[in-house]
């Protein structure tokens, strides 16, 4: 199986953890102002400091150019949250350094020339950090930064000078959603510095009730006050979506198993399914296999499908590109054969 689906989230309500630090180099332009030959030496320059090094690590990793794989390759790796969609689009001059269990991507020439993650399952942002921050000091030995000592790390985009970090937990929130009461965590995290947004980062949907929560400002903060205030807003997120999971069961026991049960009948018979339909009704079977409602299925066959199940990622799992209606079947397809 793909490394990058397998043991990809976490097995609670909390998928994954991401650290995302973003770095330029100093004396070179931001990436929309470089030219073709900058663009090429970066992306050799930032490849060298990790695959030739004397980290024991350098081997695990490979370099992509992403205008030297399909766009099917490159959409499926958005998917799995390996590159980020501005990657995708100015894929004639981005590149990722990816290492052997998909756990860290380097993007370069992303909207900074470095764009470095490490994403873990499960809540594991501080362990998640660590790492990042040692593979941020590997590169910085053969490279330098553009740091001020005023304002810190400099960045493309003003909200993420200082440090440079932003750091985020994707978590699975159905019965918020359901109860609408998403709305109010929307509202008051706002006021605390963390943001929500849908699976893809900003500008997407929650598909599948799975959200990402994250810092919106490093300037002025420490990486632990990042983290410390972002796992204070998780936590007590997690708590919320229990509670409400508890209020649901207590209050429409029958009803919420039935919604739960009847999402799995839709996803063992069903010969049709859009990408949202699906995501849907996966989340509901998670949930209550989260729950204890559903004990005969696995939650990581739930959590593989979740990838596998993309517009992208499914139509490379079937080695062809595929028109709207025949994703839709085969979609279907592949859910019944995995949960049946």
Do not use: W
């Amino acid at each position: 199986m793909d490394k990058s689906v397998e043991n990809m989230f976490g097995t609670d309500i909390v998928l994954t953890s991401r650290i995302r630090i973003a770095r330029n180099l100093e004396n070179m332009p931001f990436p929309h102002k470089m030219t073709n030959e900058q663009t090429r030496k970066l992306i050799n320059e930032v490849a060298s400091s990790i695959i030739d090094s004397n980290s024991a690590i350098a081997h695990t990793f490979d370099l992509i150019k992403l205008k030297d794989i399909n766009q099917l390759e490159r959409l499926s790796l958005v998917e799995k949250h390996l590159i980020s969609m501005d990657l995708f689009k100015n894929y004639d001059k981005t590149a990722v350094l990816l290492n052997s269990d998909r756990t860290v991507s380097i993007m370069i020439n992303e909207e900074d020339h470095i764009r470095l993650q490490v994403i873990y399952p499960g809540l594991k942002i501080k362990e998640a950090y660590e790492y990042a921050s040692r593979l941020d000091d590997l590169i910085e030995e053969k490279i330098t930064y553009a740091f001020d000592s005023k304002l810190g790390y400099l960045t493309s985009c003003p909200t993420n000078i200082g440090t440079g970090l932003r750091a985020s937990v994707m978590l699975h929130l159905p019965a918020l959603t359901i109860t609408k009461n998403i709305n109010n965590i929307l509202n008051t995290v706002t006021q605390v510095g963390i943001t929500i947004r849908g699976i893809y980062g900003e500008g997407s949907n929650a598909m599948g009730n799975i959200y990402q929560i994250s810092n919106q400002v490093t300037l002025g903060l420490s990486e632990e006050d990042i983290i410390n205030n972002l796992l204070a807003v998780v936590n007590k997120i997690i708590l919320q979506e229990k509670r409400t999971r508890g209020i649901m069961l207590e209050k429409q026991g029958m009803e919420l198993e039935d919604d739960i049960y009847r999402s799995l009948g839709v996803l063992k018979y069903a010969r049709v399914l859009s990408a949202s339909e699906c995501l849907n009704l996966l989340s509901k079977v998670r949930m209550g296999i989260e729950m204890g409602i559903i004990k005969d299925i696995d939650i990581n066959k739930i959590n593989e499908l979740i990838v596998k199940v993309q517009p992208a990622t499914l139509q490379i799992i079937e080695g062809r590109e595929l028109d709207s209606r025949t994703r839709d079947i085969t979609r279907a397809k592949i859910v019944r054969k995995s949960i049946s």
